[in-house]
């Protein structure tokens, strides 16, 4: 499926990116650090965070970025429950469509 020139994938990861920017830049308005796409290596296979948090030298956590419906594969859960055992915090942040 295509809208305009672009197919339905493309105008998705579009959104996605777009979604993280916005959360990471208001997030560094309120004085924060962030790092975005970071890696982590972990039992189940590599993970990429969307946004990585700091305060006064602190890690805070990840943020998992999402647009309205985006699938929260289970593969993603199993990862994102392994880091909260971990003591490593995650929040999922989904933004509406239309917001």
């Not at 296979?45 to 998992?64: C, P, Y």
């Not at 989904?94 to 917001?99: E, F, I, L």
């Amino acid at each position: 499926m295509t809208v305009g020139a672009k197919s339905l994938v493309q105008v998705n990861r579009e959104a996605g990116n777009l979604c993280r920017v916005q959360i990471a830049d208001a997030l560094m308005v309120e004085g924060r650090v962030v790092y975005t796409k970071v890696y982590k290596r972990m039992p189940f296979g590599k993970r990429f965070m969307d946004i990585d948090v700091w305060h006064n030298e602190v890690n805070l956590g990840e943020i998992e970025t999402k647009v309205g419906g985006s699938r929260y594969l289970s593969l993603q859960k199993l990862k994102d429950g392994w880091l909260g055992v971990s003591d490593y915090p995650l929040q999922l942040v989904r933004k509406p469509v239309d917001w």
